[in-house]
């Protein structure tokens, strides 16, 4: 069974950092894809950044230079790595892989962001 867990949420001013973490069991990051989305209030859910198993990152434009997706294959843990925050951030942020064709979601975290 996939579980993945989520940390590293807050509440920051405008400008500050947050590292978010997501830890995997069940699944391994190395082989798979990993993916960071984020659900503002009335909003849909929107796909933020991705690392391939391949090493291959992308990210929505709007936080490119921003944010930055990593993993740490020792943990078995990815990192999404957020600077110059902006109170649009605001949102809870979600872990996603899939498995055999199957998407598993972490709890999601809250990231607030204020101005």
């Known amino acids: 069974q996939v579980q993945l867990v989520e940390s590293g949420g807050g509440l920051v001013q405008a400008g500050g950092s947050l590292r978010l973490s997501c830890t995997a069991s069940?699944?391994?990051?190395?082989?798979?894809?990993a993916n960071w989305y984020r659900q503002a209030p009335g909003k849909q859910r929107e796909l933020v950044a991705t690392i391939t198993s391949g090493g291959s990152l992308n990210y929505v434009d709007s936080v490119k230079g921003r944010f930055t997706i990593s993993r740490d294959n020792a943990k078995n843990t990815v990192y999404l790595q957020m600077n110059s925050l902006k109170p649009e951030d605001t949102a809870v942020y979600y872990c996603?892989?899939?498995?055999?064709?199957?998407?598993?979601w972490g709890q999601g975290t809250q990231v607030t962001v204020s101005s």
């Open positions: 069940g699944i391994i990051f190395l082989i798979n894809t």
């Open positions: 996603n892989v899939y498995k055999l064709g199957t998407p598993y």
